[in-house]
């Protein structure tokens, strides 16, 4: 009699929990909409309407966040605007869902070096030519891209006169 009230609540959670297993998808089958979403982000980018592919490709994740391939080019999109942090979060997001994907690694490593993080993108690299057996694009691309360095930011001077005090 003592046990029973936990077996029963015990009996729930198994049913519970198995229930709601089944009903989820597996993480290969993206939903078609949000894959619609991304090509027209896609689209959007290339023909340089950045606004309009970050709204699009951010409605992408919010019908699948489980859309890899959003959240690399949401990254590149960020990276074009010259926002090198934004773009190293949105590539750790793809990189959560699929460690091993070298365009997202090469992406942050990018996105690394123009932040200045030169330690953590030799990190990336060499994870990078660790996935590569042979010729790597990618390795070979973030290589280059660390051997330049980050960019040279340069102090804007003010040239308007600056009134006397007196």
Do not use: H, W
Request: glycine content about 8%; proline content about 5%; some cysteine.
């Amino acid at each position: 009699m003592r046990f029973s009230s936990v077996a029963l609540a015990a009996a729930l959670a198994t049913v519970s929990i198995t229930t709601s297993l089944q009903g989820q998808r597996p993480d290969d089958q993206i939903d078609a909409r949000s894959l619609q979403l991304l090509t027209q982000g896609r689209a959007l980018k290339a023909a340089g309407n950045l606004d309009g592919a970050t709204d699009t490709l951010e409605t992408a994740v919010a019908v699948d966040p489980r859309n890899r391939g959003a959240f690399i080019v949401l990254a590149e999109v960020a990276g074009q605007r010259g926002l090198p942090g934004k773009a190293i979060r949105l590539y750790r997001e793809a990189l959560l869902l699929e460690p091993n994907d070298r365009v997202a690694l090469k992406g942050q490593g990018e996105a690394l070096v123009a932040k200045g993080a030169i330690s953590r993108a030799k990190d990336n690299l060499a994870k990078l030519r660790t996935l590569c057996k042979g010729a790597c694009p990618e390795a070979t691309t973030l290589a280059a891209v660390i051997a330049k360095g980050p960019p040279v930011t340069t102090a804007q001077a003010d040239t308007r006169p600056v009134a006397a005090k007196q």
